[in-house]
């Protein structure tokens, strides 16, 4: 028989889970419900994005889907490493062995369904944009949505909860079910994200295209810009949430003070209407989610941020995301499309993986510049070891994170001692709420 799946989310999770479940012949119809407007035709200063740097855990789950390698390829750049500008004007250049593929959260998404709504028509896949979930009634298997003043219901065998970081789904779960857990923590930053126009050649000799460039200040706020393909800079702003000083901005002109005493080299890359439309760009917050499963009975998923997100801080969210669905197609082979099997099977393999890597984003970058020169320090002295002795000494923390595929819980064994030393050193600046 034919399963009906309700997707809600058309973010990267959701729509490459779609794409896996339409290859799998005709056993999946595909509904997709979002929240917000078609990205295809939104205009990019109301997106709301930012750069997503992609390794080999998310680029491999979505290259198993043809044509996805090529697409991707037009809009996204490669990074070999990271260069860190220091206070005085020297740089600190971090390498890298595998590049990284960096592109904006829009563009991945754009991509995902232009590809989907070519390959599949109306008869298995439809997607609804401007509706947003409201409730789940989990008994007669039916999901609410509201779009506009319209209130409607949707029948499901299959409710995927791909909708991100504050999820209605999970929330759903977590209100019907006593053995459902869910802690979520405040990340101790908060971000806004930076367009600058294509520097000119002095900057561009300066500062190279293919790499991340990072300037940090004492009290932990960083900037990340990287040359996209059209050579313009995208980046985002990190900053502690307390003594905010970006929310205590209230002109461009102060935007523009900020800038030119904070971060002099990046100041006059922004031009006046970037300094006004950064004024007007909302805070947002970061939360890290651990649930103790991702499913409920036979008929409800959460994938991705709904299930697990993660702090920016490794890189780690939208890999994982997409690594989650990778996992739940080698499940649906294991297991012959026996959806309550995949089900309990996914949140058994997958919980101590969300778990460690939720850990590991939360001291990712270590929030005193002491601990910062320690961090370094030892990522150095453990790619040393490595290089010298690789049967002995395992590869760096960020490494093994970031160029390799080691499951998330055995990097996260191996540097329990750091990470427990670090997390208590952050431990004043988190709130947790379960
Ligand atoms: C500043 C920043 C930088 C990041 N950098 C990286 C990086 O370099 N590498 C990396 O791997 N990860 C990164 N991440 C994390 C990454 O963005 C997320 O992990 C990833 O987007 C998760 O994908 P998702 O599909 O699970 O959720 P989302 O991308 O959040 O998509 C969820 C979708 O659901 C929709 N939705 C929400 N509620 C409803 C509802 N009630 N009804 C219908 N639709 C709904 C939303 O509109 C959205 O489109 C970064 C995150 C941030 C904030």
């Given at each position: 028989m034919v399963k009906k799946v309700v997707i809600v989310g058309a973010g990267a999770s959701g729509l490459l889970f779609a794409h896996y479940l339409l290859h799998r012949g005709d056993k999946y119809q595909v509904e997709i419900y979002e929240l917000r407007d078609d990205p295809q035709v939104l205009p990019f200063s109301k997106s709301r994005t930012f750069p997503i740097a992609l390794n080999h855990r998310g680029i491999s789950a979505l290259t198993r889907i043809e044509g996805l390698e090529t697409a991707l390829k037009a809009c996204s750049v490669k990074v070999k490493g990271t260069v860190v500008h220091e206070a005085r004007g020297s740089q600190r250049v971090v390498r890298r062995k595998k590049p990284l593929t960096v592109l904006n959260r829009k563009d991945l998404t754009v991509v995902l369904l232009e590809q989907l709504i070519r390959k599949f028509d109306n008869s298995r896949l439809k997607i609804h944009f401007n509706c947003q979930c409201t409730e789940v009634d989990f008994a007669n298997k039916q999901a609410k949505f509201q779009e506009k003043d319209k209130l409607f219901n949707v029948d499901y065998d299959l409710l995927v909860g791909a909708d991100g970081v504050n999820s209605i789904v999970r929330e759903q779960i977590l209100s019907t079910d006593e053995s459902f857990t869910c802690k979520q923590t405040i990340y101790h930053n908060q971000y806004k994200s930076i367009f600058l126009p294509s520097p000119d050649a002095a900057y561009k000799s300066k500062f190279q295209v293919g790499e991340f460039h990072i300037w940090r200040i004492d009290d932990g706020t960083t900037i990340m810009l990287l040359y996209q393909p059209d050579e313009t800079l995208t980046g985002v702003i990190y900053f502690p949430s307390h003594e905010n000083q970006i929310a205590n901005l209230t002109s461009t002109q102060e935007v523009i003070q900020f800038f030119t005493e904070t971060f002099p080299i990046v100041a006059p890359l922004m031009p006046k209407e970037e300094a006004e439309a950064f004024l007007l760009r909302p805070i947002s917050s970061i939360k890290t989610i651990r649930c103790n499963?991702?499913?409920?009975?036979?008929s409800i998923l959460i994938i991705g941020d709904a299930a697990h997100a993660v702090s920016p801080s490794l890189g780690q969210g939208c890999n994982a995301a997409l690594e989650d669905v990778a996992i739940l197609d080698n499940l649906l082979d294991e297991y012959s499309d026996n959806i309550a099997l995949v089900l309990e099977q996914f949140s058994v393999r997958r919980r101590d993986d969300a778990y460690a890597v939720a850990e590991m984003s939360e001291v990712g970058f270590p929030s005193s510049k002491k601990l910062m020169i320690q961090f370094l320090l030892r990522e150095r002295f453990q790619k040393i070891l490595h290089k010298i002795f690789p049967q002995r000494y395992k590869p760096s923390m960020m490494d093994m994170l970031g160029e390799t595929t080691i499951p998330y819980a055995e990097i996260f064994n191996s540097n329990k001692a750091w990470i427990s030393s670090v997390k208590k050193a952050n431990k004043q600046l988190m709130v947790n709420s379960d």
């Open positions: 499963r991702y499913h409920y009975g036979d």
